[in-house]
């Protein structure tokens, strides 16, 4: 993977803009997944495509596309990942990606606590659906036992 994000680098640094609008998507994408890599290395190596001013003129270009695309990675593994190199990387590509969209980038935060507020709340009801399964069980078995 490291390798592979060097070569696309080298690439990067020579695409005209209107070829890298038709690749954006399924590029970032795949930058993002390498962000939330548990492997030093990868994340390292695709943060610091942001280190690159030609790649970052690009992206700034493009933030409408990329900044979602990497937004929750990035978010999440601010928040998970073991490596503190890469959490200080994880926050200067952050703090750039606000300086490009203040705007989006506040969406996107918001956004993305909405959604784990959700899953959080998801969580919770199965939970308690569960305990209310099991105390059902229980005194299932304890009128089993009783009419025995």
Not at 50 to 60: G, M, R
Request: charged share 30%; glycine share 2%.
């Amino acid at each position: 993977q490291v390798m592979f994000l060097g070569e696309v680098e080298e690439v990067l640094d020579v695409i005209e803009p209107t070829q890298f609008v038709k690749i954006q998507e399924p590029l970032f994408k795949q930058i993002s997944r390498c962000v939330a890599s548990p492997h030093f290395q990868v994340a390292e190596r695709a943060l610091y495509y942001w280190n690159n001013e030609y790649i970052l003129s690009l992206i700034e270009e493009n933030s409408n596309v990329i900044l979602p695309i990497m937004f929750g990675n990035l978010y999440k593994m601010s928040k998970e990942h073991w490596n503190q190199t890469i959490l200080g990387l994880i926050f200067n590509v952050m703090k750039t990606m606000m300086d490009m969209n203040c705007e989006l980038f506040g969406e996107l935060t918001e956004s993305y606590n909405n959604e784990r507020q959700r899953e959080k709340k998801k969580e919770e009801e199965r939970e308690e659906l569960w305990k209310k399964l099991e105390d059902l069980e229980l005194k299932n078995s304890q009128n089993n036992i009783l009419v025995k």
